[in-house]
């Protein structure tokens, strides 16, 4: 059986199946007289001395006393077995066992293990030193903030006043930590931090004169991502610092007062769960905390960026599942009833139960929102579904970071913590584009998402208390202020719940406040944008009655051309000024393929071959290959899809780390409040088409660029100077919006491309902007320069923005010395202009 589910591992065991017109071949009948042979005999083993001892007429204690003698001899054997085991586990992998020990029983620091992560012990001292007037911080914003929203949040916690605040005298200690300089943008850090916390925390509170509550004593362990973005050219030298944990640590409690029945097993997991609830929705993902340094940089941009992408999970099999089910004192051994649990984040789901099979098949599909791509994980773990306890089978977990470098993947993988099994999954990237499609009808796949909707809530205006407050204000005619004026009232405590055919989310509640404010972030999947519609509901918390009501139908975002509405919306069947302020955007689901991989060719040709025929296909580069002739449209329409998670990156990451373990995500600025950017590729959309008819009669010069290139030799890097150019063509009467574009070569893919900002109404523009290549000096001098000057203000939608180009061979260069001059531009396909 081994054997054929590795050749068809889709194949099920062959079972007879009672009123089944199926035959069965002789083997699948020998098979079943055998089973049945050993199963008899062993009941025959089990129960025939039960049977003598009673015809005999001995005494049952002689059977329990046996049974018992049996039960320690095979117990006894077993921890033999074990022992003899691991001795000779340890004598063949000797090294391996000792560091799987070291790391399971020890729990040694971080930098132990890994490679890049690296001793703080310079941090640990400064957070020994600074930890007092920390202490002081959170006692204040204890008494000070928390105290009066606990008040607030019940009626019987009106008393609830912190006695007693002291947080020991241990600092955190981060026992590794993580840096990311070169895997992310120039203008970022990025921090991974390994925190250990075990306090002598000491605080009491009272919540009436008769109950007394109180903690002594925690600890805490979690990751925690640092982020410091932007870096300006200006003190503090760091735009802000945002701070989450990608997954949610662990934390033990020690009650004191009355609070101690928590410590008991029953209720401990409830209340420390609860906590870490609270915490998880102040500062583990998609929730951060984030301290803007400069004006420029706004907390909600920080706060509530757009997710990365999306992950489609295919749950279809698995295979060689221990067998978990026995029978007779474990006698006979039976089989499993597997199921699947899949999570990302704090989103998780569980499939359907396959009775009695080693070799389930579910063929399902779910859908995950990723916010941090690579750091988040796709977890996956298998049970045998138990009435009392279910069975671990084995789990794999997988870094998104994989997935989406990869695109797709459709393997299997080995379980981990079980002795056997494999589990077939089928992965996809889906990229968010916010480019509107042409047929925006659901997908012909049932239950699959074809767009994702994101809202940010930000907050609500003149909220009615109660529907007695509103009728009473129409039935005497008063809205707005006057009705303020007669009737001084304290604000509803609200929140919002949102809902989108079955998928209901509700906001934090806002307590005691006609203008409340929840900052949140949400996320829904879409399967028809034409005919569903979001429907915001603001309620009162402990009524639950409907304080407002507003729809939005999703072709309202798909008609805009930015697929986003971001406004103040009026409520219905609520107060005469009533308001809801939120920001609702609209992505489409794209598939992201492997990007195909461009000849090495000049763009020179490239061009020519392009220009030489507009509606030419691809296959003229491919004359043998049918398979790639396809037309050169449908090929940008591709990269346009393809591409549609980059365009909206201010920061990009490179992906040809050295090691798996540098790999690192992209990072971006761009928020759930800020339009998607769009960026430019050396193979844009308007690359197939001819270029205007004004540069085409153009019989002038089309300027020139001045440029510095050199090599640091104590950084390792290529650098590129774009000082300024002169003499541009003229596109407008205004000037030339102009920008200049380049690439190291053979990088020519979306990731790899350089840019500077655009200068408006101007044919001299200045630029004076550094960029940088991670390239070995060796490696420089086999690499050319393909610089581009582009129009930013497009003359037609379908014709080229280029309005010259300039190609350095790096190889005839003196890259210590440095080169700097100016390069005359040219336009491939065009008459070579006479200066």
Request: hydrophobic share 35%.
């Amino acid at each position: 059986m081994a054997s054929a589910a590795q050749t068809h591992p889709g194949a099920q065991e062959s079972r007879f199946i009672p009123g089944s017109t199926e035959r069965l071949s002789p083997s699948a009948v020998n098979r079943f007289l055998m089973e049945f042979l050993i199963y008899f005999g062993r009941a025959v083993v089990v129960f025939y001395p039960v049977y003598l001892t009673g015809y005999l007429g001995f005494s049952i204690s002689w059977v329990l006393l046996c049974m018992f003698m049996f039960t320690w001899w095979q117990k006894n054997r077993q921890w033999k077995d074990v022992q003899i085991g691991g001795a000779l586990d340890l004598v063949d992998n000797e090294k391996h066992i000792i560091n799987t020990e070291l790391k399971g029983s020890l729990q040694m620091a971080s930098w132990v293990h890994f490679t890049d992560v690296e001793k703080a012990n310079w941090v640990n001292k400064v957070l020994e030193q600074a930890w007092p007037f920390v202490g002081m911080y959170i006692e204040k914003l204890l008494k000070d903030n928390i105290q009066q929203t606990v008040r607030m949040c019940n009626s019987a916690l009106k008393m609830f006043t912190f006695t007693k605040i002291h947080l020991g005298h241990k600092a955190p200690k981060i026992t590794g930590i993580r840096s990311y300089t070169h895997e992310v943008d120039q203008r970022e850090v990025i921090l991974d931090m390994n925190i250990n916390y075990d306090s002598d925390v000491d605080i009491d509170a009272d919540v009436n004169k008769a109950i007394t509550v109180g903690v002594k004593g925690l600890q805490f362990q979690g990751m925690l991502r640092v982020i410091l973005e932007p870096l300006v050219g200006q003190a503090p030298l760091v735009g802000g610092v945002t701070l989450f944990f990608i997954r949610c640590p662990t934390l033990q409690i020690n009650w004191t007062g009355m609070t101690n029945l928590l410590d008991s097993p029953g209720f401990s997991s409830l209340s420390e769960d609860t906590i870490m609830d609270i915490i998880a929705s102040i500062i583990v993902l998609p929730n951060r905390m984030c301290f803007p340094l400069i004006d420029q940089v706004k907390v909600d941009q920080m706060r509530f960026p757009l997710p990365r992408g999306v992950v489609r999970v295919h749950v279809l099999e698995a295979r060689d599942l221990m067998a978990k089910d026995t029978y007779m004192m474990g006698l006979v051994k039976g089989k499993s009833d597997p199921y699947a649990t899949v999570r990302v984040g704090n989103r998780h789901f569980k499939t359907k139960t396959i009775k009695e099979n080693l070799h389930p098949r579910w063929n399902e599909v779910y859908e995950f929102v990723v916010h941090e791509a690579p750091g988040q994980e796709l977890e996956v773990e298998l049970y045998d579904e138990d009435r009392d306890k279910d069975d671990f089978l084995g789990s794999y977990n997988m870094d998104l970071g994989e997935i989406k470098r990869e695109k797709e993947m459709d393997q299997w993988f080995t379980l981990e913590g079980a002795t056997s099994g494999e589990i077939h999954l089928k992965l996809q990237w889906l990229a968010l584009s916010s480019e509107p499609c042409r047929d925006l009808r659901p997908s012909t796949n049932s239950g699959l998402s074809c767009a994702m909707l994101a809202i940010y809530l930000d907050s609500g205006s003149n909220l009615p208390k109660d529907h007695s407050e509103l009728a009473s204000n129409q039935k005497h005619g008063k809205h707005g202020r006057e009705a303020r004026l007669t009737k001084k009232n304290v604000g509803p405590s609200s929140y919002v719940e949102f809902t989108l055919d079955k998928d209901v989310q509700k906001s934090k509640v806002a307590f005691m406040s006609k203008d409340p404010v929840w900052e949140q972030g949400f996320t829904f999947f879409v399967h028809n944008i034409e005919t569903q519609q979001l429907v915001v509901q603001v309620k009162e918390h402990e009524k639950k009655t409907v304080l407002g009501v507003f729809n939005l139908p999703l072709n309202r975002l798909s008609e805009n051309s930015q697929m986003s509405l971001d406004q103040r919306f009026p409520l219905e069947r609520s107060g005469a000024n009533s308001q809801i302020k939120l920001k609702a955007t609209l992505r489409i689901l794209t598939e992201e393929r492997p990007p195909t991989k461009i000849p090495e060719s000049s763009p020179v040709n490239v061009n020519q071959q392009m220009s030489a025929g507009g509606n030419a296909s691809v296959s003229a580069a491919h004359p043998g290959d049918p398979a790639k002739s396809q037309p050169a449209d449908q090929l940008n329409r591709t990269n346009e899809a393809s591409s549609a998670q980059r365009r909206r990156s201010s920061f990009l990451v490179s992906e040809a780390s050295k090691s798996p373990n540098a790999s690192m995500r992209r990072y971006d600025s761009h928020s759930l409040l800020s339009d998607n950017s769009i960026a430019s590729s050396r193979f844009d959309l308007s690359d197939g088409a001819s270029y205007p008819e004004a540069i085409r009669n153009h019989q002038g010069t089309f300027g020139e660029i001045h440029l510095t290139v050199r090599y640091a030799n104590m950084r390792n890097k290529l650098i590129v100077l774009v000082h300024a150019c002169r003499d541009l063509f003229l596109c407008s009467d205004h000037g030339t919006d102009s920008y200049v574009r380049m690439y190291l070569l053979p990088d020519h893919s979306w990731r790899h491309r350089k840019k500077t900002h655009v200068r408006k109404r101007t044919v001299n523009p200045v630029f004076e902007e550094k960029f940088e290549f991670d390239v070995s000096l060796e490696e420089a001098k086999t690499r050319k320069l393909d610089i581009s000057v582009k129009n930013n203000k497009m003359f037609h939608t379908r014709q080229r923005k280029d309005i010259g180009m300039v190609m350095l061979d790096i190889s005839q260069m003196d890259l210590i010395k440095g080169v700097s001059d100016w390069y005359e531009l040219t336009l491939p396909g065009l008459m070579k202009s006479n200066k």
